[in-house]
């Protein structure tokens, strides 16, 4: 059975098909590398909207079993090449709902994806193995508005659509401590390969909004990321014990960090033992009351081989933030972050190994993660309160921490030094002078070679 009529479908495969030509003609500044390639986009073979399934764009109808019909239509139908679910300009109130393989989700100009206001009956859903809970309480969790187990090949784009969490209630039950299970995300995506997300807009998640997690190959590019800077924990993109991912483009205004990257949490992420690995974060703008890019808490799966280049980040708590803890065991290390301009950043760069809270009290306080590898170079900084703090742990130092042209200007009444403490590392041309754990390059090829 055709779920479109012709007529409607042929202008809808030519706005589909300029988007893949303007897509294809995307280029970033000459000599600039992208994310294209670990992931092609693609053009799809089929066709379906979201009205040929009962949804309404009324923002009054409920349209969660309209979503459900459409994507379950696309399991099965199961054409080759992948269909495209395209959702017209509206507002598309919805309950949770999962994606399927080989489709596109497409949000037309005007159209808003948005989480229906009933928080009552959302669905619980399974802790994730490598937290061995929810993240904020016990048990299991409200699945995110927008789900996925187990895919390959989905494309999550449009023409700068909207996908809105309404997560002021859900952020009101969590300032009221009467929050039963750990708050949905707006994006999660388990287990799957192959995904692209770009030219969409992500607004007030309940929760953290974008959240690929055991995934490999995946692409945020483009993207906006927006929820105000008192919503509690609205991280915007969070890797997740996930490989080859590239988020490049983005602003994000949100209420905790920007991008962190992520590997399960103390016993739990140790016994899974995923690492994030092959992470690339660059073009970022953005600003929030937590760190503009950060590896952790979470790190306990290991996080490796990251490079995170050309942030730009105002008005925010920290600029990069590397943050782990006693018990979470695993692994942070060859991550490098470059190009980065900060202005009016209470803290240019903190690197510690006491952040973050415990699962339960079964995590082994001997788990002492390893870090070192930390190259943090080419920063430039206005109308900063202090430089940075890098504190490792007692018995299990940070090593091999370099940092070089880091530039900042300490400025305003309640300046503070440099403070280091259990670290080793070298630095070059860092202004003010970094402590005195760092001061000397001497025989740290490491460092120099890094330049
Ligand atoms: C959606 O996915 C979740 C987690 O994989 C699963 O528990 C749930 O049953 C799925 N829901 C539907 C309607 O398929
Ligand atoms: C970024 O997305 C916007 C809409 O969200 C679109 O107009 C623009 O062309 C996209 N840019 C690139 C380089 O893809
Ligand atoms: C996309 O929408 C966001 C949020 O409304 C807006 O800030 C941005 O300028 C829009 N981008 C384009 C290319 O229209
Ligand atoms: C370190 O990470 C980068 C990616 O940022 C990667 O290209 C490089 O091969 C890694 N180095 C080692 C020794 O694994």
């Not at 009054?60 to 017209?88: C, D, H, K, M, W």
């Not at 760092?438 to 025989?443: I, M, P």
Request: glycine residues 12%; contains cysteine.
């Amino acid at each position: 059975m055709k779920m479109v009529r012709r007529g409607s479908m042929v202008p809808m495969l030519f706005a589909v098909l300029l988007l893949a030509l303007k897509g294809a003609a995307f280029v970033a500044a000459e000599g600039e590398e992208t994310c294209s390639g670990i992931v092609p986009m693609k053009r799809r073979s089929e066709v379906v909207s979201i009205a040929d399934f009962g949804g309404v764009g009324d923002g009054q109808t409920v349209n969660t079993a309209a979503f459900e019909r459409a994507v379950s239509r696309i399991e099965q139908r199961n054409v080759p090449g992948g269909t495209l679910l395209y959702i017209p300009g509206g507002v598309w109130l919805t309950g949770a709902f999962n994606l399927t393989s080989h489709m596109t989700l497409f949000l037309a100009k005007g159209a808003v994806i948005k989480a229906t206001q009933d928080t009552s009956n959302w669905p619980l859903i399974d802790p994730l193995p490598s937290y061995g809970r929810g993240r904020e309480l016990p048990g299991g969790r409200y699945m995110s508005l927008i789900h996925g187990n187990k895919l390959k090949d989905v494309i999550i784009t449009g023409e700068n659509g909207t996908i809105d969490g309404q997560g002021e209630k859900w952020w009101n039950i969590w300032r009221q401590k009467t929050l039963l299970f750990t708050r949905p995300g707006l994006l999660e995506l388990m287990h799957s390969t192959d995904i692209i997300i770009s030219n969409v807009v992500f607004q007030n998640s309940p929760f953290w909004n974008i959240h690929p997690v055991y995934c490999s190959n995946v692409v945020v590019r483009n993207v906006t990321v927006l929820a105000p800077y008192d919503s509690p924990n609205t991280d915007g993109v969070d890797p997740d014990s996930s490989s080859n991912v590239c988020i490049e483009d983005c602003y994000m205004s949100t209420g905790d960090d920007l991008v962190a990257v992520k590997s399960g949490w103390d016993e739990y992420g140790v016994a899974y033992g995923r690492p994030s690995s092959g992470i690339t974060v660059r073009r970022i703008t953005g600003s929030t009351p937590f760190a503009g890019f950060a590896v952790g808490s979470e790190t306990s799966g290991g996080v490796e081989n990251v490079l995170a280049e050309n942030l730009n980040i105002f008005k925010s708590a920290i600029g990069i933030h590397i943050k782990t803890n006693t018990g979470r065991g695993g692994f942070i290390k060859n991550i490098t972050v470059s190009g980065v301009t900060l202005d009016n950043v209470r803290k240019g760069l903190r690197i510690t190994g006491k952040a973050g809270d415990h699962p339960d009290d079964r995590y082994d306080p001997n788990a002492r993660p390893v870090v070192g590898g930390l190259t943090i170079k080419n920063v430039r900084g206005t109308v900063i309160q202090q430089p940075g703090t890098i504190e490792g742990i007692k018995n299990s130092p940070f090593t091999q921490i370099c940092l070089s042209n880091v530039k900042l200007r300490v400025t305003g009444p309640k300046q503070m030094p440099w403070v280091c403490n259990d670290v080793s590392g070298g630095a070059l041309e860092v202004q003010p002078s970094p402590c005195t754990e760092l001061t000397s390059t001497n025989g740290m090829s490491f460092c120099t070679d890094a330049l």
